[in-house]
C-alpha cells in the first residue's frame, strides 16, 4: 500500500511540471499580448514601435522609389511616426482585441484608419517642405501637393477588415475557448497548482517531514524546470530574427518572477522539511 500511495506521489508531481511550465507561459501571454494595456506601456513603445515605423519606411522606399531619392530615409522614418503616432498602434490593437474578445467570435475585425487619415496632411506638408529643395523651380509644388494628398487620403479606405471567418473551425474553437478562460485562468492555474501539493500531502500524511520534503521536491522540480525552459528560449530566439527575440521578449521578462518565485518556494519547503522535523517536530524513533 505505501508503494502504491509513493507512485501516486511520484505522478503527481510528475504532472506538476507540465502544469507550471504552460500555465506560466499563458500567465505571461495574458499579461502581455493578450492585454490591452500591454499596447500603451513603455515597454511597447520601446520595444516595438520603432520596428514598426522602420518597417513601414521601407516599405514606401521599396513601392515609392522616387520618395527614396528625394528624402532621406530618416526623413521619410519621422514622418511616418507624425501619421502612425504610438497612440494610434495601441488604441487599434485595444480595439481589435475588444472585438475578439467576444462569444461567438465575430466573423470580422474593423480596424479604423481615421486617425491616420486625420494625421496625412501634417507629414505631407512637412515632407515637401524637406523635398522642395531637390525639385525643379518651375514644378507647381502646392497644386501638386493638394493632388498628392488627396489621393493619398482617397487610396487609403475608412477601415481595414481581417476576416475571422476564413479561419479553420478548429482554429476558431480554440480561440473561443481561449477568449472563455482568460478571466479565471489565474485562479485556475493556482488551484491546480494547490490541489497537486494537497494531494501528495494526503498520500504521504506521514511522518509530517517527508511531506514538506516531496512537496517541496515537486515545487522546486517545477521552478528548476521553468527556469532552464525560459533560458533555453531566450538562446534559442538568438538564432532567429531579431523580430522573434523581441516578441519573446516580453513573454520571457514576465516568466522570471513566476518562476523564480517557485523555486524559492521550493527551496523553503526543502528546508523546512529537512531542518523543521529535527528541531521542533523532533520525530520519534518509529517514524
Same mark, same amino acid.
Given at each position: 500500500?505505501?508503494?502504491?500511495?509513493?507512485?501516486?506521489?511520484?505522478?503527481?508531481?510528475?504532472?506538476?511540471?507540465?502544469?507550471?511550465?504552460? +500555465?506560466?507561459?499563458?500567465?505571461?501571454?495574458?499579461?502581455?499580448?493578450?492585454?490591452?494595456? *500591454?499596447?500603451?506601456?513603455?515597454?511597447?513603445?520601446?520595444?516595438?514601435?520603432?520596428?514598426?515605423?522602420?518597417?513601414?519606411?521601407?516599405?514606401?522606399?521599396?513601392?515609392?522609389?522616387?520618395?527614396?531619392?528625394?528624402?532621406?530615409?530618416?526623413?521619410? #522614418?519621422?514622418?511616418?511616426?507624425?501619421? /502612425?503616432?504610438? $497612440? =494610434?498602434?495601441?488604441?487599434?490593437?485595444?480595439?481589435?482585441?475588444?472585438?475578439?474578445? @467576444?462569444?461567438?467570435?465575430?466573423?470580422?475585425?474593423?480596424?479604423?484608419?481615421?486617425?491616420?487619415?486625420?494625421?496625412?496632411?501634417?507629414?505631407?506638408?512637412?515632407?515637401?517642405? #524637406?523635398?522642395?529643395?531637390?525639385?525643379?523651380?518651375?514644378?507647381?509644388?502646392?497644386?501638386?501637393?493638394? @493632388?498628392?494628398?488627396?489621393?493619398?487620403?482617397?487610396? /487609403?479606405?475608412? @477601415?481595414?477588415?481581417?476576416?475571422?471567418?476564413?479561419?479553420?473551425?478548429?482554429?476558431?474553437?480554440?480561440?473561443?475557448?481561449?477568449?472563455?478562460?482568460?478571466?479565471?485562468?489565474? $485562479?485556475?492555474?493556482?488551484?491546480?497548482? +494547490?490541489?497537486?501539493?494537497?494531494?501528495?500531502?494526503?498520500?504521504?500524511?506521514?511522518? &509530517?517531514?517527508?511531506?514538506?520534503?516531496?512537496?517541496?521536491?515537486? =515545487?522546486?522540480?517545477?521552478?528548476?524546470?521553468?527556469? &532552464? *525552459?525560459? #533560458?533555453?528560449?531566450?538562446?534559442?530566439?538568438?538564432?532567429?530574427?531579431?523580430?522573434?527575440?523581441? =516578441?519573446?521578449?516580453?513573454?520571457?521578462?514576465?516568466?522570471?518572477?513566476?518562476?523564480?518565485?517557485? /523555486?524559492?518556494?521550493?527551496?523553503?519547503?526543502? &528546508?523546512?522539511? *529537512? =531542518?523543521?522535523?529535527?528541531?521542533?517536530?523532533?520525530?520519534? #524513533?518509529?517514524?
Amino acid at each position: 500500500m505505501n508503494i502504491f500511495r509513493g507512485f501516486l506521489a511520484i505522478v503527481t508531481a510528475l504532472t506538476l511540471i507540465p502544469i507550471v511550465i504552460f +500555465g506560466t507561459l499563458i500567465l505571461a501571454t495574458t499579461n502581455t499580448y493578450l492585454n490591452p494595456d *500591454f499596447y500603451r506601456s513603455d515597454t511597447f513603445e520601446d520595444l516595438f514601435y520603432d520596428v514598426i515605423v522602420t518597417e513601414i519606411s521601407n516599405q514606401l522606399i521599396e513601392n515609392q522609389a522616387e520618395l527614396g531619392k528625394l528624402l532621406d530615409a530618416s526623413d521619410i #522614418k519621422e514622418e511616418v511616426r507624425t501619421v /502612425i503616432t504610438p $497612440e =494610434i498602434v495601441s488604441s487599434t490593437i485595444e480595439d481589435a482585441l475588444i472585438q475578439i474578445n @467576444q462569444i461567438p467570435l465575430p466573423d470580422e475585425i474593423i480596424i479604423s484608419t481615421g486617425a491616420i487619415k486625420a494625421n496625412l496632411p501634417l507629414a505631407i506638408d512637412s515632407l515637401f517642405e #524637406k523635398m522642395q529643395p531637390n525639385l525643379p523651380i518651375e514644378l507647381p509644388i502646392d497644386s501638386i501637393k493638394e @493632388q498628392f494628398q488627396n489621393e493619398m487620403i482617397d487610396y /487609403i479606405p475608412p @477601415q481595414v477588415s481581417l476576416p475571422l471567418s476564413e479561419l479553420p473551425q478548429e482554429a476558431r474553437n480554440g480561440l473561443a475557448i481561449i477568449i472563455l478562460g482568460l478571466d479565471h485562468f489565474l $485562479e485556475s492555474f493556482l488551484l491546480s497548482v +494547490g490541489l497537486h501539493l494537497a494531494i501528495i500531502g494526503l498520500l504521504i500524511w506521514k511522518p &509530517a517531514q517527508k511531506i514538506l520534503k516531496w512537496i517541496g521536491a515537486a =515545487i522546486l522540480a517545477s521552478g528548476i524546470i521553468t527556469f &532552464a *525552459f525560459i #533560458k533555453t528560449l531566450m538562446i534559442g530566439t538568438e538564432s532567429f530574427e531579431e523580430l522573434i527575440t523581441l =516578441i519573446a521578449g516580453p513573454i520571457l521578462g514576465t516568466m522570471y518572477p513566476w518562476s523564480i518565485g517557485f /523555486i524559492i518556494a521550493g527551496i523553503a519547503c526543502l &528546508a523546512l522539511g *529537512f =531542518i523543521l522535523p529535527h528541531t521542533i517536530l523532533m520525530p520519534t #524513533k518509529n517514524e
